[in-house]
């Protein structure tokens, strides 16, 4: 039992710091409105698989694997979209989880513009 509760503390400890480095990277900024941008560093996404790491460490290995859903509103190509599978909104997220949210969320858009 010991192993286990010490797996499961150096889990929480990587979860923790990975959360904390995206914290550091991600910035909110001004487009259109106060605080309607969320910018993400050059030196986090510049190597990808270092941010797929830190991300699927926060959220699980489902980070970008499974579209949600997403339906086209309006003619200016608005989507509506549902949640990504590893989030469950009705329970305690941290801000790390959210902020990946909408991060995941804006790469299916684009993709699905896109293609």
């Not at 923790?16 to 996404?45: K, N």
Request: aromatic letters at 10%; glycine letters at 4%.
């Amino acid at each position: 039992m010991e192993f286990r509760s010490a797996d499961k503390a150096d889990e929480r400890i990587d979860v923790i710091s990975s959360e904390i480095e995206l914290l550091e990277h991600v910035r909110f900024t001004e487009t259109c409105e106060e605080l309607d941008t969320l910018t993400v560093s050059v030196d986090l996404v510049k190597d990808p698989e270092r941010f797929q790491k830190v991300c699927a460490t926060i959220v699980g290995t489902n980070f970008l694997r499974i579209p949600p859903t997403m339906n086209e509103l309006t003619p200016t190509g608005s989507f509506k979209t549902g949640y990504p599978v590893w989030l469950q909104p009705g329970k305690f997220n941290s801000l790390a989880k959210w902020l990946i949210l909408f991060i995941e969320r804006a790469i299916w858009v684009n993709f699905s513009a896109h293609v």
